[in-house]
């Protein structure tokens, strides 16, 4: 048997892999924007751009420093890290006691700032960057050549999440960081430096979005406009799934991933707006998300 | 016997003379793509500043209006009044399946739904083949309204103010109704609305209908004062610029998105040579500053400004 319904097994196991790329990014970002929201009561507008700046920040180490890939991995994220923290301390630590609602506005004037920014000093187009060459080529599966710069990414991607859980959730800085969650005011009682964790969460969870656009930087022409379109997909993808639970919100980017690489295959027309589609729909059957608790 | 007329009245009658006056020294065509935008961003101050509900995907309705008013008046060859009607009623009917499936969600997710699904219509309108797709349509006719040729700017001028005039009080009247009132009350204390026995659902739906429909006649009118419509009117771009207007001019008055859009529009136009990708950033950094230190707004600082030297001259 080599195809499915009309569809030759290669191209469906193809479109399925590159399905899960993109879930991976979808898996991170959000995960990254439920951290935060779960500390700051922030919903992260400017995560995309941050994702953009990732990829930007990795194509101008290799440009100017002559630094390659596995340094931008490394260093990228930290320097978006670093941008958060920053953007926390002048910024979003004034808008904590105010509507939920400023901080979108805000960071979405930041958005576009960083954007614009970019767009200004490098145009529009995407930059070429380069698959690094240990993981240039493909591994041939029997059933499939499975390019391994794609497997590459989901790897590393679930890596990253998973370790994200396991911190939040077995380590004792998890703990603080999920009581502090919870009652901000009686874990500052307890000597915890609340405003120190709340800083160090933006700058984590800001820093996970440049770490998937150092990822994607080979995968996509790094250029300023990266990040605009994927980031509302993923408010999609955090509707959907809801910012309760990490897992939750891992296991539905990648879903959601799948789903839009399988409707690549069989009905392309759909293939942008499927998880949109989704959306809608469990807004009808279940609107507080598939991991979601109404508040 | 002076009679005494409320700053509001005054404010409304100066408003309409100066409109009137205007196109002696603004090039008009500059007036009506601020009084279009000044629609658009009323309309959505009804629904952010009136009833609290914060929609990020506000530009579908403009860009639907102005997609259906422009095939109906090319394509189809309708009066420019049919073709103005078909554009608002559609993006009305928009708002109500886009507005029952947002108004589900509460607070920071009925913005994160309302701008995914203006995205899921922005891709819609990206393929189909009656927009045009990235080129937009273009070369729309403007057509005639009661024997006055549109084609001219002067005429055209006098239908988009009465348009814009009409809308407004329409607005202003919505605010000031007893339904005005009830959605005051979703936005302060949704809770208590609720156990007033107000079926909360139903006022949010109504609103962002009535905020929709009110977008598509901004939208329309610009086509037909325009000629064209493209993808930059559905785009998420002009969704923020709209809570920008609003933000600025300060929501939750009746004349915040007016000074709000004005400012705006020409912000744009004035920089838009000089300084290119840069009025992005500037677009954001006026965000970032107006949430930091201005919430407000323009006319709301006013305001309180106004009450403030009200008070000390009755010695408070």
Known sequence: MTDFF???????????????????????????????????????????????????LAWILLEYLGLGY????????????????????????????????????LT?????????????????AGQPYSIPDELAGAINLGFMFLPKYRAWIIVASLTVCLGTWFMIEKTRLGAYLRAATENPALTQAFGINVPLMVMLTYGFGVGLAGFAGVLAAPATQPGPLMGSNLIITVFAVVVIGGMGSILGSVFTGLGLGLIEGLAKVFYPEISATVVFIIMAIILMFRPAGLFGREK | MIARFSPAALGYAGGVILLLLAPAVIYPVLIMKVLCFALFACAFNL??????????????????????????????????????????LVAGALGWVIGSLAIRRQGI????????????????????????????????????????????DQ???????????????????????????????????????????????????????????????????????????????????????????????????????????????TLQNELADKVGSLVTVIMGAIFVICVLAFRRGIVGEGIALYRRMIGQKNGR
Request: hydrophobic share 55%; net charge neutral.
């Open chain 2, 155 to 265: 005429n055209l001028y006098y239908v988009v103010v009465a348009i814009f005039v009409a809308a407004f009080w329409l607005i202003h009247r919505t605010i000031h109704s007893p339904f005005g009132q009830i959605l005051k009350a979703i936005r302060e204390n949704e809770p208590r609305a609720i156990s007033l026995g107000y079926d909360v659902a139903k006022y949010k739906l109504l609103a962002f209908a009535l905020s929709a429909t009110l977008a598509g006649l901004a939208g329309a009118t610009k086509t037909v004062v325009f000629k064209f419509a493209t993808l930059t009117d559905a785009h998420w771009h002009t969704s923020g610029e709209v809570v920008l207007m609003t933000l600025l001019g300060g929501m939750g008055t009746v004349f915040g998105p007016v000074v709000g859009s004005s400012v705006i529009v």
């Open chain 2, 109 to 152: 997710y009925f913005a994160m739904v309302t701008l995914a699904l203006s995205q899921m219509v922005y891709f819609f309108f990206l393929q189909a083949h009656f927009t045009g797709g990235e080129d937009g349509l273009q070369g729309v006719p403007r057509g005639d309204l009661f024997g006055l040729d549109l084609a001219q």
């Open chain 1, 108 to 124: 979405f004037g930041l958005a576009l700032i960083i954007e614009g920014f970019f767009r200004h000093l490098y145009g529009v």
């Open chain 1, 6 to 56: 009309g569809v030759p097994l290669p191209a469906l196991f193809g479109q399925l892999v590159l399905g899960l790329v993109n879930g991976s990014f979808y898996a991170v970002l959000s995960l990254g924007l439920a951290v935060i929201f779960g500390m700051l009561n922030i919903i992260n507008f400017a995560h995309g751009a941050l994702y953009m700046m990732g990829a930007m």
């Open chain 2, 47 to 88: 629904l952010l500043g009136y009833t609290g509900l914060l929609s990020f995907g506000h530009a579908v309705f403009l860009g639907a209006a102005a997609y259906i008013t422009g095939h109906v008046l090319k394509v189809w060859e309708w009066p420019t009044l049919a073709g103005l009607l078909a554009g608002t």
């Open chain 1, 70 to 105: 596995w340094w931008s991995l490394l260093l990228a994220p930290v320097g978006v890290g670093a941008i958060g923290i920053v953007i926390e301390r002048a910024l979003l630590q004034w808008l904590y006691k105010l509507d939920h609602l400023y901080g979108l506005l």
